[in-house]
Every structure is written in C-alpha cells, then in structure tokens.
C-alpha cells in the first residue's frame, strides 16, 4: 500500500494536536472486504477512560484534476464510513488534506454543497508548519 506524499506532515501534525497514533495503516475487515485507512488515533481527556477515537484518510490532491482527486477521495471516504459506523461506531472518519488543496478545490462552491451533502469531516494541515489549522464539520 502506497503512503500519500503529505502522510508524515499529517501524522506529525495530529501527534502535535494532542493524538496518540494507534494504527498505520488501519485496516477494517466488513464481511468479505478488506479496507485500510490511512491512520488511526485517539485522544484522551482527563474525564474518559476511551477518549475520542478517529481514522484519517490522507489526501495530497496533486494530480491534473483537483476535482477528479475530489471524486476519488469523497468515493473511498463514503465506503470508509459506511463500514465504520458498521464495525466501530464509535469512530469518526476525517479526510485530511493540506491548506492549500483545501483553498484551491474546497473553496469551489459545488465542492463544498458535495461536502455538506455528504457529511464529510475534514482537517485541513499546513504541511510547512507540521501543524493542524481547523476542523471541519467536527
């Protein structure tokens, strides 16, 4: 399985945002289909025993077609969390991507209705700076 150019500034960017990395890649098993997201991680908060647990998948949007890279990424994204919500429904699913692939093509009007309509999570990393700017939808 190939690792997405920007994996590393994700992964370094959540372990700075407070989250303990638990999988890399995490794999979930549905029935008969075999998946793997590119991380999982999980935060504790004094209150919790469990804490917030996450997977994240990665998303450099480098090709031609920004919106073709959409297409792609919103795909696996729907069949990704669809089968968590089936085997871990206490995990939420993010799309990560960087800064600048999230004002170039996110800030497209039909790409943010796709957003809406399709409940996607986002975090948005500045891949220079190793450092999460915002959540989305969170």
């Known amino acids: 399985m190939a690792r997405d150019k920007i994996h590393d500034a994700v992964k370094n960017a959540l372990v700075k945002d407070g989250w303990l990395i638990t999988h890399d890649p995490y794999t979930i098993q549905y029935e008969d289909v075999t998946v793997h997201v590119d991380l999982a991680a ?8 469990e804490g917030r647990k996450i997977a994240v998948e990665i998303k450099s949007f480098l090709n031609r077609s920004g919106i073709r890279d959409f297409e792609q990424a919103l795909g696996q994204y729907v069949l990704y969390d669809m089968y968590i919500e089936e085997v871990e429904p206490n995990r939420d699913l993010y799309l990560a991507v960087s800064n600048f692939a999230y004002q170039e093509i996110f800030s497209r009007k039909g790409v943010q209705f796709a957003v809406k309509k399709g409940r996607l999570k986002i975090i948005v990393v500045n891949l220079s700076a190793e450092e999460v700017e915002t959540w989305i939808n969170d």
């Open 42 to 49: 999980q935060k504790l908060f004094a209150a919790e025993k």
